[in-house]
């Protein structure tokens, strides 16, 4: 079964709109991080921001946020006030908790979303 | 200089051929990952390593093998090449307990199999 799954293979926004990137996941591990990572086109993996299963509020680093939703198992990012650098690719990724779990410890990506920026 | 490294950066190689990929890191992490990226299906995990000793398949190992020669150094070899291989390889840290355990990724190495 798909741990973390992105719908959206390709999004749009215009310059300085907020955008939100879907990412479901799932997991019967009570305790459990959720990843995003964005991807330019130079290749290399950036770290945008992290939500524990714990977390009674939605994490916020600047002009990024991550709406969870537990119930939902979604984990959506935004990007508010888009610019033109944030085009790239954006990867969900999970990690389980559990120890002695077989995904214990590991990030699990998803298949990602090509956001494009326009001016 | 990048803090975790992989060399060689960009290899072309034919069919049949042995390759190795290196990482070296100088983030002081104890856990160590190698992941394949293709178009269109995300990142896949291939081998991990959580201490020097502890070495464990992921989703793909089938085709590869690692050596953890060192907290720092964790290597990905390609015994025989083959061109569903092609992709882009990614090593990555991380540090047992810490907050938040986000992976920290080197730079890439784009692997092409003739």
């Known amino acids: 079964a798909q741990k973390i799954t992105q719908t959206q293979p390709g999004m749009f926004v215009q310059e300085k709109e907020a955008v939100t990137l879907d990412c479901t996941y799932d997991?019967?591990?009570?305790?459990?991080?959720l990843f995003w990572y964005k991807q330019p086109s130079s290749g290399e993996m950036i770290f945008l921001i992290y939500q524990g299963s714990y977390d009674q509020q939605n994490a916020t680093e600047g002009r990024y946020s991550l709406n969870f939703q537990k119930a939902r198992k979604s984990a959506n990012l935004v990007i508010s006030a888009s610019q033109l650098g944030d085009s790239a690719m954006y990867f969900c990724?999970?990690?389980?908790?559990?120890?002695?779990?077989?995904?214990?410890?590991?990030?699990?990506f998803g298949q990602g979303t090509i956001l494009t920026v326009h001016p | 200089d990048a803090d975790v490294t992989q060399t060689p950066r960009n290899r072309i190689t034919k069919t049949g051929k042995r390759i190795m990929l290196e990482c070296s890191q100088t983030k002081g992490h104890d856990r160590m990952y190698w992941y394949r990226q293709d178009p269109g299906l995300g990142l896949q995990l291939i081998y991990y390593?959580?201490?020097?000793?502890?070495?464990n398949k992921g989703e793909i190992s089938d085709g590869y093998s690692v050596s953890r020669q060192a907290q720092a150094k964790f290597s990905l070899s390609l015994e025989s090449a083959i061109p569903n291989q092609t992709a882009l390889y990614f090593c990555?840290?991380?540090?047992?307990?810490?907050?938040?355990?986000?992976?920290?990724f080197g730079e890439g190495s784009r692997l092409t199999v003739l």
């Open positions: 990555a840290t991380s540090k047992t307990g810490a907050n938040t355990g986000e992976l920290f």
């Open positions: 990724a999970m990690r389980e908790n559990r120890a002695g779990g077989t995904s214990y410890g590991k990030l699990t």
């Open positions: 390593s959580f201490d020097v000793k502890d070495i």
């Open positions: 997991t019967s591990d009570p305790s459990y991080g």
